[in-house]
């Protein structure tokens, strides 16, 4: 909004030059952060005491780890406060006629409307079932691919050197002009809404100690805010993706913008999220965030990338797709419990030590993924 409205100023009045570094990506993702923050750290006090005054206290799993029932009542569902957080820096300081902005942002959106109608259904019930696992990959699948159809169907409004590359594959550590196989477009959107609904879940299931999934889900988003730059980038006249041998369109860089305001409100978030937590982000926040990661991966053509990227919330999903299916072929069990977090904790690691190693190895394959924007 604040670069819809003022940057035409800076060129139809000469008082207004200043505002000409509205259209400096860099300034906005810098902008994006420090609002996003702000918006979490102020306003989580106030929050907060909301939750606990109506009594939006936290569930716990009668067959968790037995640490965990010191949790419950925790105030939950603070995944709203970053929800807002993430939408409204994206608002003010994004490009919002930009398709992938919007496209992502509604993804966002409506994922975080799902998590609030299952954490809803779990405060409502007291239990930790919440909304059927059914209905919320339906509603997820027919978020994504409203979205995805969106941004990918319409050749009269999409960006030109975008349709160019829309279905093809990006592979990790390959150069994009050597082998990016194409797919039919609705092959590719399916494809694309099965990396979105995954990535929303994986990190859904990675929210199950202080701090643990937040720290990832700004790593990550970090990561493609380097990229989304990058690939939407001009250089000399010559688009950077180019001369880095990588999918990309002039459009991609106002992804950058969201997902700054991602890393902003985790990190204003983690404030209060981090050991011993103060509130919890719900289904409200962890759908709604590892929907947006989805959606950057996908956008910045890397959906293969992203379980390198996302190591964390790979293994995680894993640990639980290998633990129902021993237990159900076999009869036992491959983890002490499931997810993998959960299973570190039965070991006897303190929760702090989850965390930290969880968050160095999601540093760790961030940085392996960026080595690929030149080891290829």
Known sequence: MIYELLYPLSERFGWAGALNVLRYIPFRIIMATIT??????FGAPAFIRQLQKKQIGQVIRSDGPESHAAKAGTPTMGGALILLAVLVPTILWADVSNVFVIATAAVTAGYGVIGYVDDRLKLVGKNTKGLPGRYKLLGQSVIGTAALSYAFIGESRLPADWIAIRTRLSIPFVAFSKFSPELPLWLYIAFAVFV??????????TDGLDGLAIGPVMINAGT????AYLAGSVLFGRPL????DIAGSTEMGELAVFGAAMVGAGVGFLWYNTYPAQVFMGDVGSLALGGGLGMMAVLTKNELLSILIGGIFFV?????????????????????????HHHYEKKGWPEPKIIVRFWIISVLAALVALSSLKLR
């Open 196 to 205: 979105v609904v995954a990535m929303s879940n994986a990190v859904n299931l």
């Open 36 to 41: 996003a923050m702000a918006i979490c750290f």
């Open 224 to 227: 493609y805010v380097i990229w």
């Open 241 to 244: 993706a180019a001369y880095l």
């Open 316 to 340: 995680e999903a894993v640990s639980v797709i290998a633990q129902v299916a021993s237990f159900k072929m076999f009869g036992k069990r491959v983890f002490l419990m499931a997810p993998i």
